[in-house]
């Protein structure tokens, strides 16, 4: 069998298992012998399960498991053909527009692979799918260089810490910026003392604002230091649960009935036995250490 023959019976395989998934989705949804909580569902109600499953295929791709990141995909496959399930009910597209699309825009943005375009790095690549981008949206090229237009992006299409980051990122390369690290700590500082001041009212939109203020300037704290606040903030719940997870391994009656102090006992030998792990599993890391859990 010849290379040609191969790649046109994987294609074909291919699209094959791809149908039998719309086929599947689409009888999941067929008021005759579906499922009924399918049939509850709407695109409102299963954007929820979009965001959650695009993070589960992170984790997946973080543990570098094979068959999980197969199948995470595939959780999120299930979405995006839910979705275009439900819009051709409502006679609005179909998955057939959607992969059309999503072609036709990667040739449009690739006209030095699809095109006769030439560049020379990626810098010219990211310059030419900007231009595109913004020809596309019907930006003008003044338009398109909006700082605010691209801050309110970032603001509409990530998740928050993702999006701070971009927008602090974003603005201190057009020179708003701080001349040294004492002027974010003190702005840390400042935010801080806000926030504690109006946590002491009833305010709460204050409170919320003072909130999000602090939060932001750590953020901006994460840029100076070359830190992911994304990924600081997921080791941190990891490490909270582990230390949990080490708790209910020793106790022998629900953690509801334990005092406060007994639990805080407990906690500081979870910490200390996982700091003990990580330090004998980096043994041989001179840049691991303990500290890492405090």
Known sequence: MSNHQQTNQTTSEVLAALQQLIEVVAQLRNPIGGCPWDLAQSAQTLTPYVLEEAYEVVDAIRSGDRDAIAEELG??????????????????????????????????????????????????????????????????????????????????????????????????????????????????????????????????????????????SAIQLARWYNLDPTEALYGTNQRFIDRFKKIEAVINRPLSEYTLDELETLWQQAKAQLAEQIHSNNDTDDNSSATEYE
């Not at 943005?109 to 595109?132: A, M, S, T, Y």
């Open 75 to 216: 959780d999120l496959l299930l979405q995006v053909i839910l979705q275009a399930q439900i819009a051709s009910e409502q006679n609005k597209f179909s998955i057939k527009e959607v992969a059309q699309g999503i072609t036709k825009k990667l040739i449009r943005r690739h006209p030095h692979v699809f095109g006769d375009v030439k560049v020379e790095n990626v810098e010219q690549v990211l310059e030419n799918w900007q231009q595109i981008k913004a020809a596309e949206k019907g930006e003008t090229p003044q338009e398109a260089q909006l700082l605010s237009r691209k801050l309110s992006r970032y603001n509409r299409h990530l998740p928050p810490l993702m999006a701070a980051m971009k927008i602090s990122q974003k603005s201190a390369d057009v020179g708003f910026e701080w001349d040294d690290i004492s002027g974010v700590w003190a702005k840390f500082q400042e935010e801080l003392a806000e926030f504690q001041e109006a946590v002491e009212q009833s305010d709460k939109v204050h409170q919320q604002a003072e909130l999000g203020d602090l939060l932001f």
